[in-house]
Nanobody
Framework: VQLQASGGGLVQTGGSLRLSCAAS????????MAWYRQTPGKQREMVAQIDRDGSTNYADSVKGRFTISRDYIKNTIQLQMNSLRPEDTAVYLC???????????WGQGTQVTVSS
């Protein structure tokens, strides 16, 4: 499975961005998919996750501002990010996970920078 993320960029505080991640290869709709983010010196943080049944989970810091969605036919996920803050600045990484065998795949990351 290969993951290709896109949509990052530079935005001012309060602005919006939409990230996309496409899974190719032997991608399965049974996988959960998620967005993580990482900044230098900090642990990788789960931002939003969507399971195979469509249930979602968000980090407390993004609840009410970010929305994750999924196209099960195209094997893509999107992250709509609104009301962005400088502390949202990070490299955002797409994750694909199969719980039945523990398989994990990661995308290359896309930079999101929020200026104050």
């Amino acid at each position: 499975v290969q993951l290709q993320a896109s949509g990052g960029g530079l935005v001012q505080t309060g602005g919006s961005l939409r990230l996309s991640c496409a899974a190719s290869g032997r991608a399965s709709s049974l996988a959960s998919m998620a967005w993580y983010r990482q900044t230098p010196g900090k642990q990788r943080e789960m931002v939003a996750q969507i399971d195979r049944d469509g249930s979602t989970n968000y980090a407390d810091s993004v609840k009410g501002r970010f929305t994750i969605s999924r196209d099960y036919i195209k094997n893509t996920i999107q992250l709509q990010m609104n009301s962005l803050r400088p502390e949202d600045t990070a490299v955002y990484l797409c994750n694909y996970h199969l719980s039945y065998n523990g398989f994990d795949a990661w995308g290359q990351g896309t930079q999101v920078t929020v200026s104050s």
